[in-house]
């Protein structure tokens, strides 16, 4: 036992000093105790999936959306909790609830809701008259999303990307507050969900709840390519 002790006291004086203004808690770090890839350390929480999503019409001016957000878990039909004083912690998106890498490693209940929250504030060279698209590339199941207090619409489908236009909604020169509250029902539902099951065993998956692909802005013009 002295011999350990030695040794341990040894190991505490080769580690360097931290600063006084350091944190003590990093803000993100992956969920201990869960099976990783290889590429799970390479994983930057300040700009996770960073690559343009759309393999095809990639536009120059875009705005990646990844990274940190706050979270708050409440019951389904409870009121949005004040996100900026209420939050459980941050979640990194766009890593589902579930994964380690989402930095929580939490289940999300039928009976429940997950609250996302972040702001923004878009470059001075786009042209606020115009289209601009927020783009989800998924969120397992239903969400609702809203800019600055204001309702921008919904939509429900675990594996479809889907986009709002919400230049009417943000403010220019100014952060702007994005809101998205998810549900999902997992296997009490009679949605397309996979293998996911609440209670995972045999054949039986861990559930994907919340965002699970990248999130970003662009301005388009009014006459646009949305597809080929």
């Avoid at 590429?39 to 690559?51: L, T």
């Avoid at 809203?146 to 619409?153: C, F, L």
Wanted: charged share 20%; hydrophobic share 40%.
């Amino acid at each position: 036992m002295l011999a350990l002790a030695c040794i341990a006291v040894a190991i505490g004086a080769c580690t360097p000093a931290t600063s006084g203004d350091a944190p003590d808690v990093q803000p993100w770090k992956p969920v201990p105790g869960k099976l990783m890839t290889r590429w799970a350390k390479d994983v930057d929480p300040a700009n996770p999936w960073p690559e343009y999503p759309r393999p095809l019409l990639q536009r120059e001016r875009w705005m990646n959306l990844n990274g940190l957000w706050d979270y708050a878990i409440t019951g389904k039909d409870a009121p949005m909790p004040e996100m900026e004083r209420g939050a459980d912690g941050k979640i990194l998106v766009p890593y589902p609830i579930e994964s380690a890498l989402s930095g929580v490693g939490r289940a999300l209940k039928p009976e429940q809701a997950l609250h996302y929250r972040r702001t923004f504030r878009v470059p001075a060279d786009w042209n606020l008259g115009a289209t601009v698209l927020l783009h989800f590339g998924a969120v397992d199941w239903q969400c609702m999303v809203s800019i600055n207090g204001k309702r921008i619409g919904e939509h429900a489908g675990g594996f479809d990307p889907f986009s709002f236009d919400i230049a009417a909604a943000i403010k220019p020169d100014a952060d702007n507050e994005l809101v998205v509250t998810v549900t999902d029902p997992t296997d009490t539902g009679g949605q397309p969900r996979g293998k996911q099951w609440l209670s995972p065993r045999g054949i039986w998956y861990t559930p994907t709840s919340g965002i699970w692909q990248t999130v970003w802005l662009e301005p388009v013009p009014t006459a646009s390519f949305s597809g080929l």
